[in-house]
Each structure stands twice: as C-alpha cells, then as structure tokens.
C-alpha cells in the first residue's frame, strides 16, 4: 500500500461510468466505510451533499438494498481466521481499503481494468496518509472469467486458505459464465481451501412491487445487461445450480436491517399499508457463504 503520489484533490473522475457513479452516490447516504467520502470525490467540481429530506420510497428501498447487501458479507466474513482476501468485481467499493486498515489481512482487490485505473486514483485521495496500515492491499485488474490471470493473482497470497468475496456480479453473467466463474473459484479452493462469499443469488420478481418501479434509465440498463434474465428462478435453483458445481451452503446470512443506516429514512417515508406489502412481497436476494462439497 506505499503511495508515493501526492495527495490530489483536483483528480478528474468523468471516467466512472453511469452505473458505477450512480451507485456510488446511492452509498454516499450511508455509514459504509468511503462511502461518502469517494461518493465526494466523484462529484467534483459539483459539492456532494446527501438530501436526506428525499422523499421517494423507491429511492430508500434502493439504498437499503445496497447498504444491506454490503454489509451481509461483513456478516458472514465476521470470525472466519482466514486472513487472504480476494474481491472480485469490486467496483467502487472499498471494503479491501477499510479491512487493512483495520486488521491483519491480505487484500487483493480487483475489476476490470478501466475500474481499477480509476480506483487506484480514488485511493491515493482516500488512503489517510498518517495511518499505518495493519494489512496489505493489492488493487489490480482482473477479468474474473480468464482462469489464467484468476490463478496467478490467486497465487499472490501467503500461504493459507483464501476467501473470495463478491457483490453485484453474477447478474451481469449468463449460465455458461457462472459455470465458467464456478470452475476459477473452485480450482483455487482447491488448492487453497476456504470460502466463497457471493451477495448475488437473487431471483426473478418481475414487477412484485409496483410501487418501486425503476426509472426509465435504470430500467435501460436492465435491459441492455440481461439483469432479469440473468436471475435465478428460485433460491432452490440456486441451490441446485451450486451443488451442481460442486459446492454447498455453509452459512447464509439472515437480515439485518436494523442494522442498516438508511432504515430509518424508508420507514420515515413510507405508509403502513407500503411497508406490509413490501414484506409480503418476501426475498428477492440472498448472501450465500459456500465452501467445497465434500
């Protein structure tokens, strides 16, 4: 993590794409660690400022969404000894900037390599320079598809097992490409032992509730990436799916709203009658702990 830049305030972000920034400044109205301050970064030389008088139901359930996926993995990542650490398709989270700092790991964060070009700037801006770090980061580029880049970056950990984590992946890949991701995970659990993380089993639910229609340019975006299609049709297809591949639950992590920063906002905007119909409308995602069957 030796940064020999200067710290830059006047970095140019226009680079993140649409999708990324957008989500970023969703972040930015929570507690998630960089969240705000990249989500301030990214905006310049507009100053970023989060309205938490929004009234738009829909808008608070997309930021729960994302605050509750992030911080599902922290949950199911919480009393594992392992101290190797692989994200893939991190985007412009900075779970791997906030766990050195924080503990004894050895991170290595990665995307594709437009994403990392940008990231690594977004570091030199975020990385608190007075701090002693008590682990090790790596940012590199990585298509989490090329099985030959997957296992030499996989090779760059110390010896002992390694966990792999990911959210917001799997929806942007059809069956033969999760096979494919199955099939790079599962060679380095092999050799390594460990874990998966993956915040991505979600479900097709195809207008299960109207009232948090997407937006004409975010339902473009599905559109155009297959999101829908790319769901599971059910959480036993999943199951089935990954058992099919060779690997079983371990643990799956149980919600945790109230643990959620942005919560209260929703429940401050949303009528009695909206928040049971939410709750009938039951699971959408769910955040899967696997390990290698036996």
């Not at 830049?5 to 957008?22: C, Q, T, V």
Request: hydrophobic letters at 40%; a negative charge; aromatic letters at 10%.
């Amino acid at each position: 993590m030796n940064q020999e830049e200067p710290l830059s305030k006047d970095r140019d972000y226009s680079s993140i794409s649409p999708s990324a920034r957008s989500l970023l400044l969703l972040k930015g109205f929570t507690d998630i660690p960089f969240a705000l301050e990249s989500a301030k970064l990214i905006s310049r030389p507009d100053h970023y400022q989060p309205n938490f008088n929004i009234k738009d139901l829909a808008f608070w359930a997309r930021v729960l969404h994302f605050e509750s996926r992030y911080k599902s993995i922290n949950q199911l990542l919480a009393g594992l000894p392992i101290q190797n650490i692989l994200e893939i398709s991190s985007g412009f989270s900075f779970r791997g900037l906030s766990s050195v700092l924080n503990k004894a790991v050895y991170y290595i964060d990665t995307d594709l390599p437009d994403v990392i070009a940008t990231k690594l700037n977004l570091l030199d801006d975020l990385l608190p320079h007075d701090i002693v770090p008590h682990g090790e980061l790596e940012t590199l580029a990585l298509n989490a598809l090329d099985e030959a880049a997957f296992t030499t970056i996989a090779g760059h950990f110390p010896g002992g097992e390694v966990l792999i984590i990911n959210e917001g992946l799997l929806v942007y890949l059809d069956m033969d490409e999760k096979r494919k991701l199955c099939h790079n995970i599962r060679k380095v659990l092999q050799q390594r032992g460990g874990y998966w993380i993956t915040a991505d089993i979600y479900v097709k639910s195809p207008n299960r509730f109207p009232e948090l229609k997407m937006n004409d340019k975010l339902q473009e975006f599905f559109k155009e990436h297959r999101i829908e299609e790319n769901k599971f049709n059910s959480f036993e297809e999943a199951e089935a799916f990954f058992k099919a591949e060779g690997f079983v639950i371990d643990k799956e992590a149980e919600a945790e709203h109230q643990n959620s920063s942005s919560l209260k906002y929703l429940l401050a905007n949303a009528t009695q009658e909206q928040l049971e119909n939410m709750r009938w409308v039951g699971r959408v995602r769910a955040t899967w702990r696997l390990k290698l069957a036996d």
